[in-house]
């Protein structure tokens, strides 16, 4: 049995047999512990995970407690209907409170948490039927069947048999379809789009999910205190929650549970350890968790939990990899259409630069057709046009007759459209399998509920076998389990080719795929791309290395100041003097 699973099992059993030697009061800190882990385990998912950083977390608390609390004081409503009410109240206003914040860019975003956290804690502290400042007591305990969760040792069994399948829930969540898709979201969005996601709505999802576990806790919170008051919903309790998340490790759901823990100790204790005579006051609390705040950002930016897990032994990669044959995924037609894209007068300016004007061109059918232009052309200008990452000014883009110009990135990739990115666009911290994997967003279905119960595995399989097949088939296969970010930046290059492929285009936008690449890659790349073409593939290729396109390409494009210069066949246009010159001028 390996180290870590003696830990897990040692801890689990300490867990379990926990309310017989611990004191009632060391028992209701655990559940103050467990109801701080799962709001923070929203701000996790939410903050650390997606980047969005929100001070409003304990308004979700509030609005649950206070509605199971009313319920069950006024209507005699049992707990559990306390519950569902509660948290579709939450799940309501999240989405009301998310349509707008989440729009909003930058500083603005927390900004706006706070203010809707003031807000509402406001609500909360004024209104008759809330009890005002004093709130609401005497909340009826949960009961499970016959027997009333009435001590801190009978409720803490439930606080934490649900934090640990939450835990475990989101745990699979981030490793999973839906998870990778989060995980772009909060440095890699455009790259997601472009592969499917809509992130808008992911973010929204996830958000409404961080709402969801406060909701839950704040439901806890009324039932095992058995009262309700607004100054357990004020803006400081927001910032203990955020607290927590970033002392565990922002990123690591695990951490939440760190996090929470620490904070919690460290907030009951902190007036005993203070030197006599420092005073006992709340204020100097909010000094002392201020510095902490400060040194953790400072020393351990990624949290504890980073530092922690480098003591441990290192655990076996536990993710889910096709050990045995999969079924396929189902593959697409290739397009039929003789002319698979038709660029027709299009124009993009940034402000007074025009980077692209009325340029109009054509990739065949099966064709490689390659893109060539002196440095600032405007290429990968016209890569961004086509795959929707920019709106265009002015002209028509035509994917197998129909307009694709105005569309969505998403919409675009669900059309067929995969690119690669001139300046890598992977997730550094993830593996090779799982960046490529993001490339078969669209070819899978399951969602985040399914992620969580793990009801995605025989998907998830298929996708990840379908992300090996086309590593391999760039010729990264010993990079499997490889840190993309620590690859070279030639063999992150292939990575984001085999991210392309694995969405298994109808055509395929290369934008340098050779920038960076060793002789023997860049011939291996070659063959790859003319295998591709043989399968029927269409590519656009921009590149910079003229022996590799002129060798490769059908036919070649050439761009000067955002205009067409010539096109024609690569013995036509090396030797059309107005190409000669354009290069010659610009080295
Ligand atoms: P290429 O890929 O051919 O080297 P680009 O398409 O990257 O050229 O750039 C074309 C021109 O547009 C350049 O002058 C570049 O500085 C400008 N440009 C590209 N993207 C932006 C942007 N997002 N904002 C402003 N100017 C841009
Ligand atoms: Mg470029």
């Not at 209507?75 to 559990?80: D, I």
């Not at 729009?103 to 809330?130: C, E, K, Q």
């Not at 934090?163 to 829930?169: K, S, T």
């Not at 791309?529 to 029927?536: D, F, M, N, V, Y």
Request: glycine content about 12%.
């Amino acid at each position: 049995m390996s180290v870590r699973r003696l830990i897990v099992l040692g801890l689990a059993l300490a867990g379990a047999t926990a309310p017989a030697f611990m004191t009632e009061f060391q028992l209701i800190q655990m559940n103050y512990i467990g109801m701080g882990a799962l709001i923070a385990l929203g701000l996790v998912m939410l903050t650390g995970v997606a980047g969005v950083m929100s001070f409003g977390q304990q308004v979700f608390a509030g609005i649950a407690a206070y509605a199971t609390a009313v319920l069950t004081l006024q209507y005699g409503a049992s707990a559990w209907t306390g519950l569902i009410a509660g948290l579709l109240i939450v799940a309501l206003v999240s989405v009301f409170l998310g349509l707008i914040t989440l729009r909003l860019s930058g500083h603005f975003m927390p900004i706006a948490t706070l203010s809707w956290g003031l807000a509402i804690y406001f609500v909360f502290g004024n209104l008759d039927v809330l009890g005002k400042h004093t709130g609401l007591s005497n909340v009826p305990p949960v009961s499970i069947g016959d027997i009333a969760l009435n001590r801190p040792g009978l409720a803490y069994y439930l606080i934490w048999v649900v934090l640990i399948v939450l835990l475990v829930a989101c745990s699979n969540l981030l490793d999973s379809r839906s998870g990778r898709a989060i995980r772009a979201l909060r440095a890699r969005a455009a790259m997601a789009e472009s592969f499917g996601v809509d992130v808008a709505q992911m973010k929204l999802a996830v958000f409404v999910l961080a709402a969801l576990l406060a909701g839950l806790s704040g439901w806890f919170y009324a039932h095992v205190m058995g009262f309700v008051s607004p100054t357990a919903f004020n803006v400081q309790a927001g910032i203990d929650y955020l607290f927590m998340a970033v002392l565990g490790g922002a990123a690591s759901v695990w951490g939440a549970l760190a996090g929470a823990g620490i904070l919690t100790v460290v907030k009951i204790h902190l007036a005993g350890w203070m030197p006599a005579g420092a005073g006992t006051s709340g204020n100097f609390e909010i000094v002392v968790l201020g510095l902490l705040f400060l040194l953790v950002l400072h020393r351990a930016p990624r949290g504890l939990t980073p530092l922690v897990a480098g003591w441990l032994p290192a655990g076996s990669p536990a993710r889910t990899v096709p050990v045995s044959p999969v079924r396929p995924l189902a593959r697409r037609a290739m397009p039929s259409e003789a002319t698979v894209l038709e660029v027709s007068g299009v124009t993009k300016r940034f402000g007074g630069l025009v980077a692209v004007n009325d340029l109009s061109f054509e990739v065949r059918r099966g064709e490689v057709t390659g893109l060539i232009g002196p440095n600032g052309a405007g290429k990968s200008t016209m890569f961004n046009l086509i795959s929707g990452a920019l709106p265009r000014d002015a002209g028509e883009i035509r994917y197998r007759g129909e307009r694709i110009d105005g569309l969505s990135p998403a919409r675009i990739a669900q059309r067929g459209i995969a690119r690669t990115f001139q300046h890598v666009n992977l997730l550094g911290r993830l593996s090779v399998l799982e960046n490529v994997a993001m490339g078969a967003h669209l070819r899978g279905r399951c969602g985040m509920l399914a992620s969580m119960l793990r009801a995605d595995r025989d998907e998830e399989r298929r996708l990840l076998a379908e992300a090996m097949r086309q590593i391999e088939r760039v010729g990264l296969a010993q990079q499997l389990h490889a840190v993309a970010g620590s690859l070279p930046l030639g063999q992150q290059r292939l990575v984001e080719i085999a991210r392309a492929l694995c969405a298994d285009p109808g055509l395929l936008l290369l934008d340098e795929p050779a920038a960076g690449l060793r002789y023997g890659e860049k011939q291996a790349l070659a063959r790859l791309i003319a295998e591709l073409r043989t399968e029927g593939l269409s590519i656009l290729l921009v590149e910079h290395d003229m022996d590799f396109l002129m060798g490769l390409a059908d036919r070649v494009v050439v761009m000067q100041f955002g205009q067409l210069l010539t096109t024609g066949t690569p013995n036509e246009v090396r030797v059309n003097p107005a190409v000669i010159e354009a290069y010659l001028g610009a080295e």
